[in-house]
């Protein structure tokens, strides 16, 4: 694929500069990232990594998550790209988590609880970078945050600045790695999909995306799907009175 620099907006062939690659799990903070990013770039492809976590449905969300955003803007809709979900059985064979073990939520020794997948993003980011490279996609865009985090290591700005320059090096081309939550309290991402996209946006991630560490599907609140108790359900209804709260 060459870089087409003399290209304008909306075309399918935007320089390097303009096109995107979104690590897209399915979950509240990836849809407003692929909403922030289709709003920004010309061209953008997402990616999703099958790594044998016990809950599916996020992953099952991605296309429902996707087509949506693709229909809310008619800009969306030209600029959303391929899909790319990448099988990596091998993080669960070498993980003990939560997520990937049928094992309750506990906070472990050292203060990380243990949905904790170690390196879970270096790994991704690295595998996203090698898919983007032979793409042409340089920009990476990921929900990595430190504001409400849960003192994940790989989700902190030192390490996306130190991952962005290794992988710059090791493809010898230049990489960029855009976290636009980063800084952002998990009201102020309801606030940031309600800029981008309005209570069409908002009402989707609601009605469509699940976060819960359970994977529970099928109860509803007004924030969402989810169990409601475990940690990720009460970030997430937390945030969301928090920016109710504010708008009224
Ligand atoms: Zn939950």
Not at 31 to 39: E, G, I, R
Not at 70 to 77: D, F, I, S, V
Not at 199 to 223: F, K, N, S
């Amino acid at each position: 694929m060459t870089d087409r620099e003399d290209r304008s907006d909306d075309v399918p062939f935007p320089a390097s500069g303009q096109r995107a690659l979104v690590l897209f799990s399915g979950g509240q903070d990836s849809t407003v990232c692929l909403a922030w990013a289709l709003d920004r770039f010309a061209a953008v492809e997402t990616i999703g990594f099958d790594y044998g976590q016990r809950h599916r449905v996020e992953l099952d969300q991605r296309p429902v998550i996707r087509e949506a955003l693709a229909l809310m803007k008619p800009e969306w809709g030209r600029r959303l790209g391929a899909d790319h979900v990448l099988p990596l059985p091998t993080l669960a064979s070498i993980s003990e988590t939560s997520l990937t073990r049928d094992m309750a939520f506990e906070v472990a020794e050292g203060g990380l609880p243990n949905t904790f997948v170690p390196g879970r993003n270096l790994l991704f980011l690295t595998y996203a970078a090698a898919l983007g490279w032979r793409r042409g996609l340089r920009t990476l865009v990921g929900g990595m945050c430190e504001t409400d985090y849960s003192g994940y290591p790989d989700c902190r700005q030192a390490t996306m600045t130190a991952m962005a320059g290794a992988l710059s090096l090791g493809l010898d081309r230049p990489v960029t790695i855009e976290t636009p939550l980063m800084w952002l309290t998990k009201a102020d991402t309801w606030r940031l999909a309600d800029s981008l996209g309005d209570t069409a946006l908002t009402d989707l991630i609601v009605a469509e995306t699940v976060t819960c560490y359970e994977g529970e599907m099928y109860q509803r609140h007004p924030w969402g799907r989810g169990c409601g108790q475990c940690p990720a359900c009460v970030l997430r209804r937390k945030g969301w009175e928090e920016w109710r709260s504010a708008r009224s």
